[in-house]
C-alpha cells in the first residue's frame, strides 16, 4: 500500500509558478511510477505528467509540456511537479497518482493510489 499526500497549491496570477509535492508512505514507492492529473469544475480528470520509477523517463500533456517539469526523490519518497508559466486554465484540484508499475501511463485507470488532492488557482 502507498499513501500519497500533496502539497503547494494556491492562488497566483497568469505568468507565476508553483511546485507541487506528493510525499508517499510505504516501501513500494521506489518501484512505483507516478503521475500528477487534474480536474477543473465540470470536467474529467485529466492527465498532466508522469515518471517512471528511476526518473529517467518522463511524459506531458501537450497543454503543459514545456512549462511543467515532472520529477522524484526516491530517498525521500517525493515526487514533485514545477509549473511554470501558469495560465487561468490551469486551475484546477491536482491529483498526485501511483502505481504499482515500473512504467508510467496517461490514464487514470492506469493508477492504484490517490492522494486527497490540492487546489491550484490562476488568475488572470
Known amino acids: 500500500q502507498v499513501q500519497l499526500v500533496e502539497s503547494g497549491g494556491g492562488l497566483v496570477q497568469a505568468g507565476g509558478s508553483l511546485r507541487l509535492s506528493c510525499a508517499a508512505s510505504?516501501?513500494?514507492?521506489?518501484?512505483?511510477?507516478m503521475g500528477w492529473f487534474r480536474q477543473a469544475p465540470g470536467k474529467e480528470r485529466e492527465f498532466v505528467a508522469a515518471?517512471?520509477?528511476?526518473?529517467?523517463?518522463?511524459y506531458y500533456a501537450d497543454s503543459v509540456k514545456g512549462r511543467f517539469t515532472i520529477s522524484r526523490d526516491n530517498a525521500k519518497n517525493t515526487v514533485h511537479l514545477q509549473m511554470n508559466s501558469l495560465k487561468p486554465e490551469d486551475t484546477a484540484v491536482y491529483y498526485c497518482?501511483?502505481?504499482?508499475?515500473?512504467?508510467?501511463?496517461?490514464?487514470?485507470?492506469?493508477?492504484?493510489?490517490w492522494g486527497q488532492g490540492t487546489q491550484v488557482t490562476v488568475s488572470s
Open positions: 515518471i517512471n520509477w528511476s526518473g529517467r523517463s518522463t
Open positions: 497518482a501511483g502505481r504499482g508499475e515500473l512504467v508510467a501511463g496517461p490514464k487514470p485507470s492506469m493508477y492504484d493510489y
Open positions: 510505504g516501501r513500494t514507492f521506489s518501484s512505483s511510477a
